[in-house]
């Protein structure tokens, strides 16, 4: 799992410059819909009840924190709440990172809150917040547990030491399907574009991991690649798409059109496939392609425009996932690849067969099938999603 | 004292201004408006030439007045505007289809019934448009009734799916601008004076004759309204290419959104819209013009 992002951890410092009558007019837009976001919640999420201290808000994707059979209580939440008195304002409100992004980026250029103390994007797009100085940094002295994060991953490139980010979960790209519509299961790309998922294929929204996973198909190193060997893959990618093999390119949603039946095999998320096997007993599976899967984190950051009050909040709130026993339980449920040092101790006690699994503790044999896409410089990011849209239909 | 004299001076202001008057009635709409529309549309107009700073970051650009933008954007999705236009027109033709008949009957033949049924084709409103179209994916898609009823009557194969198809976009824009077409039509047949139907068979004419002769040029200012209703909207919808199509469905409002939000392209995402904005714009004119009817406002 060592990282090979090489981002210049220079932090490009936040773009001050005078409200500008544009760029108060694009920041209307997103307010107004972030307003709307906020209207829509169950309370103590509006300017003043988020200055209290006693909230924090926290924006995550779906399927992402232990939760009960109604699926409206979070037990490991309500533990949190318990112990310290500070209410919790979970939203699921990340679908796809460049969508969120997108969403707030206009507040967080003028310095306004974004509705959220606590947000947890992906790696390259948690470097990107960094680098814009969009995050705060952290004050160790509320976070004791950090110490526990998994030594490799104590220091990347995109946040030296750990100072305004802490990985959240691991997430493995990799092949799902559906048990009964494919029983023999899916090992390479050739399977998942086997005549008889002709149109019941998905892939994920996620440039890093469709690609990635079509490029080391291809056999590239995604680790160290030339544009060349990029648009060879979207290529791949575009000609399945226009032959009708694929009928999604998506965001978390993904998940829906498997357990609706529309979907049969996908480029997806290890969790989010066991969650689904759990919940529909065993009528989903995943696995790692054999040319290999891909490998990332999502982190704990704090957005710049958190008010200040909620700061100390967001980082007791970090602190707590990162307790052996909490982060063990929180794995228990969503599986992926924890972070936490002595999880694994901690899991014996829950379930000692997912103290074993694979997806939740990568041994070393499975770690080296999994690779990190490298970075990309800002105009490559431009002119690769460019690509990777396009070949999407958009 | 001093309030009265206030008071009396406000009449006086009041009265004595009368050619003010309009100006300040209208000052909240031209304020709205102002605010709303022209600010967002200069705003727009001036992203849409910018170019991305060398050496900056995604998302950071600054204007050069690069005109060439449009044209860029428009070659590179001219595939997703001529589908855009399409799937609109097909909507528009197929909602016509099935609001004229509806309205007339409710217009003409409904009795005692016709609010009930005026009340039936705005219900859909009660719910939120988003919602209503992922019910149409779920009622279309493998777990919904209609595909097994369909396999099951070998109407279609064990491979082909509603969903995810140019048929389910077009059908779901059909279904959700369905009632902007109803209303214009049903208040334009409404208002027929039953006379001139009457006149129309005092001379002979057939039932098929008085239809083509006298209710369908008398309701043409609805059928105007309706298609642009539909039309217009339509052309722009990307909810329903992203909720009921597939990657190869994707319409022109769904190049806006992601050039917008995923590649953190304002420029094109910019172009894109003014020139769907005045694509429409021409498109509307001519078909104005061509129909004929100034009186629809």
């Known amino acids: ?394 | 004292m001093a309030l009265i004299h206030a008071a009396r001076s406000r009449v006086s202001a009041f009265s004595g201004g009368k050619a003010s008057m309009p100006y300040v009635l209208l000052a909240p709409g031209l304020i709205f408006l102002f605010t709303f529309f022209i600010l967002p549309i200069a705003n727009l107009a001036q992203t849409s030439t910018q170019t991305p700073i060398a050496g900056g970051d995604t998302g950071e650009y600054e204007q050069t007045f690069h005109f060439a933008n449009y044209v860029n954007a428009f070659l590179d999705n001219k595939e997703q505007f001529g589908r855009s236009f399409l799937y609109a027109t097909l909507a528009t033709v197929l909602a016509l289809a099935i609001a004229y008949p509806l309205a007339y009957a409710i217009a003409l033949k409904s009795g005692k019934f016709k609010n009930f049924l005026l009340v039936l084709v705005v219900a859909p409103f009660f719910t939120s448009f988003l919602l209503r179209t992922i019910a149409w994916k779920q009622i279309l898609g493998e777990g919904g009734f209609v595909v097994p009823t369909l396999r099951g009557l070998h109407i279609i194969g064990e491979q082909t799916s509603l969903t995810a198809s140019a048929v389910a976009v077009v059908a779901g824009m059909t279904y959700n601008f369905l009632p902007f077409m109803t209303l214009p039509l049903y208040a334009s047949l409404e208002r027929i004076d039953p006379r001139t139907l009457e006149a129309s068979g005092d001379l002979y004419a057939n039932g098929i004759t008085t239809f083509r002769k006298v209710t369908l040029p008398l309701s043409m200012p609805g059928v105007v309204a309706g298609t642009l209703l539909t039309f217009i909207p339509a052309a722009g919808d990307y909810v329903n290419a992203a909720i009921l199509g597939n990657p190869n469905t994707k319409m022109i409002g769904n190049v806006i959104d992601s050039s917008f939000f995923k590649i953190v392209d304002y420029p094109t995402a910019a172009a894109l819209s003014f020139t769907l904005m005045i694509a429409i714009l021409i498109l509307v004119t001519i078909y104005i013009r061509k129909s004929g009817t100034d009186e629809l406002v």
């Not at chain 1, 996973?213 to 399945?240: H, P, S, W």
């Open chain 1, 1 to 394: 799992m060592a990282k090979k992002d090489s981002l210049s951890p220079e932090t490009q410092s936040l773009i001050k410059t005078a409200i500008s009558r544009r760029g108060l007019i694009a920041g209307v837009g997103a307010v107004g819909a972030a307003g709307a976001l906020a209207a829509c919640g169950s309370g103590g999420s509006g300017d003043s009840a988020s200055g209290a201290s006693d909230t924090v808000r926290w924006a995550n994707w779906t399927l992402y924190l232990d939760v009960d059979a109604s699926g409206k209580v979070y037990p490991s939440i309500e533990e949190f709440t318990q112990q310290t008195g500070i209410k919790v304002d979970y939203r699921e409100d990340i679908n796809d990172n460049d969508e969120f992004y997108g969403k707030v980026q206009g507040q967080l250029k003028l310095g306004k809150d974004i509705g959220y103390d606590i947000v947890t994007p992906t790696d390259w797009m948690a470097a990107r917040w960094i680098r814009l100085g969009y995050t705060k940094e952290f004050d160790t002295a509320n976070i004791p547990n950090a110490v526990n994060v998994l030594d490799s991953l104590a220091d990347v490139s995109f946040d030296p030491g750990r100072a305004r980010s802490l990985p959240y979960q691991g997430i493995m790209a990799g092949l799902g399907w559906n048990t009964a519509k494919v029983p023999k299961g899916l090992h390479t790309l050739d399977d998942l574009f086997a005549p008889a998922n002709k149109g019941k294929i998905t892939v994920l929204s996620e440039l890093r991991d469709t690609m990635g996973i079509i490029m080391l198909y291809q056999g590239v190193d995604i680790t160290n690649f030339n544009e060349a060997q990029y648009m060879n893959a979207v290529d791949f990618l575009a000609k399945k798409i226009s032959d009708g093999w694929i009928r999604g390119v998506k965001g978390n949603e993904y998940k829906e059109d498997l357990i609706s039946g529309d979907a049969t095999a996908v480029i997806g998320w290890s969790g989010d496939m066991f969650q689904l096997a759990l919940e529909n007993e065993g009528k989903f599976d995943f696995a790692i392609p054999d040319s290999g899967g891909t490998f990332s984190n999502d982190n704990f950051l704090i957005p710049s425009v958190a008010p200040a009050e909620s700061k100390a909040n967001a980082e007791k709130l970090i602190n707590y996932y990162y307790e052996p026993a909490v982060a063990a339980q929180v794995a228990a449920y969503v599986n992926y690849v924890t972070p936490v040092k002595g999880a694994q101790a901690e899991m014996e006690k829950i379930d000692p067969t997912l103290a074993k699994s694979e997806y939740i503790f990568p041994s070393e044999a499975t770690q080296s099938r999994l690779k990190v896409f490298r970075a990309l410089t800002p105009a490559e990011e431009t002119s690769f999603t460019t690509a990777f849209q396009k070949a999407a239909g958009n």
